[in-house]
Nanobody
Framework: QVHLVESGGGLVQAGGSLRLSCAAS????????MGWYRQAPGKQRELVAT???????NYADSVKGRFTISRDNAKNTVYLQMNSLKPDDTAVYAC??????????WGPGTQVTVSS
């Protein structure tokens, strides 16, 4: 079993920044892809960003140029640096980890609220 816990969410004004972290624990080897989803009220779940174990990244068009995903493989932790935040970024952000075995795990999510 792999357990994921997010941290770093909160309330921020438009134009501000937040850094989300997600640490994995448990039966860890080997995490292949890690990333972040978000879901806002009344909207469908959106894949925000992913990063492979080798460092290859992908971003949703809505966050390109503003968000940066990174990971520390030794710490089994993935980060999401969010800059120039907009009210439309308000959502619950949840991290995930896909193992090389094909199994996937999710964290409980953390609330990000961006005020106008």
């Amino acid at each position: 079993q792999v357990h994921l816990v997010e941290s770093g969410g909160g309330l921020v004004q438009a134009g501000g920044s937040l850094r989300l972290s997600c640490a994995a624990s448990g039966s860890l080897f080997v995490i292949n892809v890690m990333g972040w989803y978000r879901q806002a009220p009344g909207k469908q779940r959106e894949l925000v960003a992913t990063i492979t174990r080798g460092g290859s990244t992908n971003y949703a068009d809505s966050v390109k140029g503003r968000f940066t995903i990174s990971r520390d493989n030794a710490k089994n932790t993935v980060y999401l640096q969010m800059n120039s935040l907009k009210p439309d970024d308000t959502a619950v952000y949840a991290c995930f980890a896909d193992m090389t075995s094909g199994r996937g795990y999710w964290g409980p999510g953390t609330q990000v609220t961006v005020s106008s």
